[in-house]
């Protein structure tokens, strides 16, 4: 029996990426320190930060206490929508800064 010839052939169909996606920049990643408030660790930023910018997070380590939240967050993305998360987190009250050595890692 043979089959009709729409079956014996199969053609992977990729879908036509737009002209903004075929030259999109690199993703990279950067680790930051984020200082929390204790007002602005009430309100879960890092979620809100995610659900507005296309980063991906990880946090990678935290301390909490009533008054100050510290937390050693990595971002992976495009440098420039990471460079608008980190302002995004200052404007609603965090203090942000670049981790210069590996110190997380342990």
């Given at each position: 029996?043979?089959?009709?010839?729409?079956?014996?052939?199969?053609?992977?169909?990729?879908p036509?990426?737009?002209?903004?996606?075929?030259?999109?920049?690199?993703?990279?990643?950067?680790?930051?320190?984020?200082?929390?408030?204790?007002?602005?660790?009430?309100?879960?930023?890092?979620?809100?930060?995610?659900?507005?910018?296309?980063?991906?997070?990880?946090?990678?380590?935290a301390?909490?206490?009533?008054?100050?939240?510290?937390?050693?967050?990595?971002?992976?993305?495009?440098?420039?929508?990471?460079q608008?998360?980190?302002?995004?987190?200052?404007?609603?009250?965090?203090?942000?800064?670049?981790?210069?050595?590996?110190?997380?890692?342990?």
């Amino acid at each position: 029996m043979r089959l009709p010839s729409h079956s014996r052939s199969r053609q992977t169909v990729r879908p036509q990426l737009s002209s903004s996606k075929k030259f999109s920049m690199a993703r990279e990643q950067q680790r930051f320190w984020l200082t929390f408030s204790s007002e602005s660790s009430r309100r879960p930023l890092i979620c809100e930060m995610s659900r507005e910018f296309d980063v991906t997070f990880n946090i990678r380590n935290a301390s909490v206490t009533p008054s100050i939240g510290i937390i050693a967050l990595e971002l992976d993305g495009e440098r420039t929508v990471i460079q608008k998360a980190v302002a995004w987190f200052e404007a609603n009250g965090v203090q942000v800064e670049p981790v210069e050595i590996n110190t997380i890692e342990g």
